[in-house]
């Protein structure tokens, strides 16, 4: 059967909704030898591992050793381009999404957390993954009497798997090429974008969320969560701060806030002869609250990062500079800037409004507004056409994808 033929899940939809054959979908294709794709990441990941366990972490930390790091990760974040073009857009985007969260981690380890796992798979974990460390949470999740992994095979089984298959159907909405969206009415191609919004959202659970359920499973390590409801959020900064993939938050505040505010204190802890960090130092000896010229310039500076961290990872996906993505993120910044300091000086009593209300507003300004500079460039070089060849490989054809369902109606020139 020809790709381009309607599903029988694109069949059922056409009784209520206009649906078409996707004539741009783009079949999954590795063109690049499999040994190249795979033998350099393999030897480089496996000989950091052994370097970091013997003797690049430890109490020991020289000016040697520090130039080693700093070439460790510059080495991380070059890998992406010794592996070369794998021939397909959603391989290509997967190395440096890795490599530029390993090097992070690298540095996390070294000037943030330098108390170095005791084995190797501790640490593979540490690199890969967010083990939870916070003894109040693992507490929590301890008095619901079920081990790690009950609980991770339980989310993989459940949530995960729903958002896999919600995936499955969703991506079926999102049009086959941006001419279509730019064809569109003004609320046609915003709604589309908000539909664009929750299908990355789903993906980002069912994938990222997934991955550490599967080491919690493996590994019987609690691993923090990476989501807390998106879909609840009632302003950008809740999105941001207290729902969105918060582990690479946390990641990313601690890594701008070492550069801001110093790595390390010289002092060490009395009783344990460790170094203490700046966090550490804080929590004993609590400091006035910043200003909010300070923590608004650092928020700035953290959404500035995962910026240049999306324009890093779609330039070895697409093969271009673009950056609608550092744009959107900049946006993202002023927003909960903006937001903070309209609580403290217009509406202060907006705390008392219907949650439904901030609800609607933050669904209009996250997904609908400004997710187009986000989502636009998937859209634009053809991400979603072959994810959605994807789809119908690892589902062995039964959620094979051959079509697109016009939600909102079709583009006004379309002959379709």
């Given amino acids: ?209 997934g991955w550490f359920k599967f080491c919690q499973l493996v590994s019987g390590v609690e691993m923090k969560d990476m989501f807390d409801n998106p879909w609840a959020a009632t302003s950008p900064r809740d999105f941001w701060s207290r729902r969105w993939n918060l582990a690479i938050k946390d990641l990313f505040h601690g890594v701008i806030f070492s550069m801001v505010f110093g790595e390390q204190n010289e002092g060490k802890d009395e009783v344990t002869g460790k170094p203490r960090t700046y966090a550490d130092a804080a929590k004993e000896q609590p400091k006035p609250k910043p200003a909010m010229s300070k923590t608004s310039a650092t928020a700035m500076l953290i959404f500035l990062f995962s910026g240049l961290m999306h324009v890093y990872i779609n330039f070895f996906a697409f093969s271009t500079l673009d950056l609608s993505n550092l744009a959107y993120f900049i946006l993202q910044g002023f927003l909960c800037v903006g937001q903070v300091l309209l609580q403290k000086t217009v509406f202060r009593s907006s705390k008392y409004w219907p949650w439904w209300v901030c609800f609607l507003m933050n669904l209009v300004v996250t997904y609908g507004i400004s997710n187009k500079l986000f989502s636009g460039v998937f859209v634009k070089y053809g991400y979603f056409e072959e994810l959605k060849g994807w789809v119908g490989l690892f589902t062995g054809g039964l959620l094979r994808v051959g079509e697109v369902v016009w939600v909102v109606g079709k583009p006004k020139y379309g002959n379709m």
């Avoid at 790709?3 to 206009?18: D, M």
Wanted: aromatic content about 10%; overall charge positive.
């Fill in 1 to 209: 059967m020809s790709e381009y033929h309607i599903s029988w899940i694109g069949r059922a939809f056409s009784y209520v909704l206009p649906v078409t054959p996707d004539y741009d979908l783009t079949t999954p294709r590795i063109t690049a030898p499999i040994l190249r794709l795979v033998l350099p990441p393999c030897v480089f990941f496996s000989a950091l591992l052994l370097r970091l366990h013997f003797g690049l972490l430890g109490k020991s930390r020289t000016a040697a050793k520090r130039a080693e790091v700093w070439l460790w990760i510059l080495g991380v974040l070059a890998l992406p381009a010794v592996v070369g073009d794998s021939g397909s857009k959603v391989v290509n985007a997967t190395l440096p999404m890795l490599g530029f969260l390993l090097s992070m981690r690298l540095y996390d380890l070294y000037y943030i957390h330098p108390n170095a796992p005791a084995t190797l798979p501790l640490l593979y974990l540490h690199l890969f993954s967010f083990p939870l460390s916070d003894p109040k949470i693992i507490a929590k999740r301890q008095e619901t009497g079920l081990s790690p992994r009950y609980r991770a095979f339980r989310s993989l089984l459940t949530h995960n798997l729903v958002e896999s298959l919600a995936v499955a159907i969703i991506i079926r909405f999102v049009p086959s090429r941006v001419q279509d969206l730019d064809n569109m009415s003004f609320l046609q191609d915003r709604i589309s974008y908000v539909i664009i919004g929750i299908a990355i959202t789903l993906m980002m659970g069912a994938s990222m969320d």
